[in-house]
């Protein structure tokens, strides 16, 4: 069986200083040689200082950044090897949730642009009902539609990590629940299916 995240000798350098013609003359290895394997069903935690590498991992995986070396695959598939078009289907299977949610939410969105944004990117609401599917969504985390107005700055530590993880689980969770089940991650999102009257759960996770 195919294991549903495949990394292996996943290899990243940054250059950390240059000559003055330019050349590299040092480098920080941030990752070196890192594998590692996760079965449908299971949690991998990666655990280590900060600065580690840990974060850069999970930006590999999801080529946020690209790897100097190494394979990574997801589901069988070599996600070095897809095209544009096929990142972007890719990274509604995959999103990361940060751990400080006040830093990976703009200050400069209201709660209802930051949920409505993977809505709009992955074209997974029509626009007529992107506003409901908000409300919906802010209900489902314990927080009331009138909030959708607000900032991040407005929130309490625990309301930006359940908005936080809502934008990142979004595109996700409006898919599928028979796959969504099948992923493993460190944490695990409580979500609904996108319909609108949702009565099934499903988990939505992350493979980091």
Known sequence: M????????????????????GRPTAHVKAVDGVSF?????????????????????????????????????FEGRDLLALDANELRSFRRDAQIIFQDPYASLNPRMTVSQILTEPLALHDLV???????????????VGL??????????????????????????????LRSTSR???????????????SASPTSSCRTTLPW
Do not use: N
């Open 126 to 140: 029509p626009a007529a009902r992107r506003r409901e599917r908000v409300e919906e969504l802010l209900r489902l």
């Open 2 to 21: 195919t294991a549903l995240l495949e990394v292996d000798g996943l290899v990243k350098h940054f250059v950390a200083a240059r000559s003055v013609f």
């Open 180 to 194: 969504s089940a099948r992923k493993s991650s460190i944490c695990y999102v409580a979500c609904k299916t996108g």
């Open 37 to 73: 394997t996760v079965e449908a069903g299971k949690t991998l935690a990666l655990v280590g200082e900060s600065g580690c590498g840990k974060s850069t991992v999970s930006r590999l995986v999801l080529r946020l950044i690209e790897p100097d070396a190494g394979q990574v695959r």
């Open 144 to 173: 009331e539609p009138r909030f959708a107005r607000r900032y991040p700055h407005e929130f309490s530590g625990g309301q930006r990590q359940r908005i936080a993880s809502w934008s990142s689980a979004t595109s996700r969770c």
